[in-house]
């Protein structure tokens, strides 16, 4: 099993940047695809960007390329969420997720991930 813990989320004015961390603990986390999805109120939540086990390749949703770019540190067992030039529309709670994958598969559907934090608010103000 995996457990994840969001930090990083605040209350920002448009244009500025956050930085989510999501520490991850368990059993063998570098084998999972470590992902970041999102939900505003009265919406699904949605996909925002995923990582492969080693950290070399990533998958951004259309809404987060040029914007936002995720990173993983397997020493550290973290991944981030690099968020520049935010909009009030990026205001969500965002959630760290974790799949279990085979080789450099990147995770992308939330049916595929199996662990998931408890979020972390993220507010844009215009």
């Known amino acids: 099993q995996v457990q994840l813990v969001e930090s990083g989320g605040g209350l920002v004015q448009a244009g500025a940047s956050l930085r989510l961390s999501c520490a991850a603990s368990?059993?063998?986390?570098?084998?999972?695809?470590l992902g970041w999805f999102r939900q505003s109120p009265g919406k699904e939540r949605e996909f925002v960007a995923s990582v492969s086990r080693g950290g070399g390749q990533t998958e951004y949703a259309d809404a987060s390329k040029g914007r936002f770019t995720i990173s993983r540190d397997n020493a550290k067992n973290t991944v981030h969420l690099q968020m520049n030039n935010l909009r009030p529309e990026d205001t969500a709670v965002y959630y760290c997720a974790a799949a279990w994958v085979i080789s450099s598969v990147i995770p992308t559907r939330e049916s595929e991930f199996g662990y998931w934090g408890q979020g972390t608010q993220v507010t844009v103000s215009s």
């Open positions: 368990g059993r063998m986390v570098s084998r999972y695809g």
